[in-house]
């Protein structure tokens, strides 16, 4: 591959997005199709450690089987396929206050009052106008300064419904939850994916996030008002290729 095409390489990449762009000119943000989460380019399964697997023997005039964790059957997802409505309620608040001041002075200083009668003759002779008793003479100082301030505030509140894509060895669920709205022209994307025990979902077949683990959750979209929003791909073309 030539120069001329790998200079041209992100510009064809970024008019792909273009080219989607302008077939959508006078439409609204075209939606993704409902399919199977397991099924898109992005899925893998998860992989996780495990305990051993514990061989449960069947007893003899009993209802209950080592290992349940309910004696009653319940409406909670439990199986690949089952829904759960997972609950995304975050509100962080951070202020950060930073001072620093550092101040060092230091003086030295180094004579010879006596050396063998020399200080007297030898040494003034040898550095005119030297007095033998202030040789050398020096001082320094420094000085630092710092100050930082930051202060945050988030705050999401959101609710959908996701599907459990897999049961691990553990008995854990993977859970992915996905939903697109489109309102006036703006298409907006939400996504939850995590891990998940069957003790923490509750009576009503809801889940918190803060329940979930290696949760993933994102929250965006796209339409007129992102593209306005956004800087133009050439730009940030430049921010990434230029070092200034």
Same mark, same amino acid.
């Given at each position: 591959m030539n120069r001329a095409a790998l200079l041209l390489l992100p510009t064809l990449l970024a008019g792909c997005g273009s080219l989607t762009r302008l077939s959508e000119i006078g439409q609204p943000p075209a939606m993704t199709p409902? &399919?199977?989460p397991t099924q898109e380019a992005g899925y893998r399964p998860l992989s996780l450690p495990m305990p051993a697997i514990q061989h449960q023997e069947p007893q003899a005039n009993a209802l209950w089987r080592n290992g349940s964790r309910a004696f009653f059957k319940d409406q909670r997802a439990a199986n690949v396929g089952d829904l759960l409505t997972v609950l995304v309620s975050v509100k962080d608040s951070a202020?950060?206050?930073n001072e620093t001041n550092a101040n060092r002075t230091s003086t030295q200083s180094f004579g010879l009052p006596s050396f063998f009668g020399l200080e007297t003759a030898a040494i003034p002779h040898m550095l005119a106008g030297a007095t033998a008793a202030t040789l050398l003479a020096g001082n320094g100082g420094t000085g630092n300064k710092g100050t930082g301030d930051m202060k945050r505030?988030?705050?999401?509140q959101l609710r959908l419904a996701g599907i459990v894509t897999q049961v691990l060895p553990n008995g854990n669920l993977v859970v992915a939850a996905r939903q697109e709205m489109r309102v006036?022209?703006?298409l907006r994307d939400l996504q939850v994916s995590g891990v998940i025990r069957p003790q923490d979902i509750s009576s009503d077949n809801t889940v918190l996030h803060d329940r979930m683990a290696e949760a993933r959750i994102a929250y965006g &979209?796209?339409?007129?008002?992102?593209d306005v929003q956004s800087p133009r791909w050439g730009q940030q073309l430049m921010d990434i290729v230029l070092p200034f």
């Open positions: 409902v &399919g199977d202020v950060l206050q505030n988030e705050t999401i006036n022209g703006e &979209g796209r339409g007129q008002l992102m």
